[in-house]
C-alpha cells in the first residue's frame, strides 16, 4: 500500500499524496469549481482530474520536477526558467475566463487591506516599522490600472512542473480568473531574483520592473500574519522577511 503523505495543511484546505495521485480536500465548494475550471480552460499543461467528490478533488501526479520552492534552493537550467515564462505568457495570452481571480483584486479594496495589514504587522511587533514603512513605498507602483489576463493567481514555483526544459504541468488553480499578469510573473520569481530575467526571455515582452518589485513587497507583506498564524514561517532564509528586507 502506498504511504499517505501530506502535502500541504492549514485550516482552509490540504493537499495528500497517495502513490500516483493527489487528494485535495476543501470545504469551499466555489473554490474546487474555480479550480476544475481554470485547468478545463487553460491553454498550458494541467494535471488530469480523476475523479470529484466534494470536498475532495483527485488528480493525477505530473511527470518531471518542480523548478523549487521559495526559501530552498532553485532547479532548472535557464532554458527550463524560459519555457516556464513562455507557458505563463501563453496563458496571460488565453482568452478570459468568467470568473476574476486572486490576481483581479481591485486597486482599492488592496490598498485598504495592504494599509491595514502594513499597521497590524507594527503594532504587534512582527516586523520593524521603518521596514513596513520601506515596503509599503515600493508595493504602491502595484496599484495602478492594468489590462485583465488569464492569471493563475497562486503562481509559485513548487506549482510548476518541467522534465528537462519543458514544462510538464502546472497546479493549485483554485485562484484562477481574470487578473494582473504582473502579479502571476512576481509570485513565480518571488525570493528567486537570480532567474527573473530567464523568465522574462521566454515570456517574450517587456514588463515594467519597478511593478514586480511592488508585488513581491506587496505579497510579502500581505503574507507574513497569515503564514504565522498558520504553522508557516515567513521569516526563514529565502522567504518573505528576506524578501521585504531586499527591497532596503
Known sequence: MDDVEVVVAHSERATLRVGGVFLKVDADQARLDAEVEAMFLAPVPTPEVLWRRPPVLAIAALPGTTLGRLGGP????????????????????APLPPRSGRAGRSTVALAA??????????????????????????????????????????????????????VTGIIDWSEAGRGD????????????????????????????????????????????????????????PGCEVDVLRSRM
Not at 511587533?125 to 515596503?135: F, H, I, Y
Not at 530575467?197 to 517587456?206: K, P, S
Not at 510579502?220 to 514561517?233: C, K, N, P, Q, T
Request: net charge negative; hydrophobic share 45%; aromatic share 10%.
Open 74 to 93: 532553485s532547479t532548472g537550467s535557464p532554458a527550463a526558467w524560459a519555457a516556464a515564462g513562455a507557458a505563463i505568457r501563453a496563458l496571460h495570452d
Open 181 to 236: 499578469a504582473l502579479y502571476d510573473l512576481a509570485t513565480f520569481t518571488l525570493g528567486h531574483e537570480e532567474h527573473l530575467d530567464d523568465v522574462l526571455t521566454g515570456y517574450g515582452t517587456d514588463v515594467d520592473l519597478d511593478v514586480i518589485h511592488a508585488w513581491w513587497s506587496l505579497r510579502s507583506l500581505l503574507a507574513v500574519r497569515w503564514l504565522i498564524e498558520h504553522g508557516f514561517d515567513p521569516f526563514a
Open 113 to 166: 487591506e495592504l494599509d491595514d495589514e502594513c499597521e497590524s504587522l507594527v503594532t504587534n511587533g512582527l516586523l520593524p516599522a521603518d521596514l513596513v514603512t520601506r515596503n509599503r513605498r515600493v508595493a504602491q507602483a502595484a496599484l495602478r490600472p492594468w489590462t485583465p489576463a488569464f492569471t493563475h493567481g497562486d503562481l509559485q514555483i513548487a506549482h510548476v512542473f518541467v522534465d528537462g526544459d519543458e
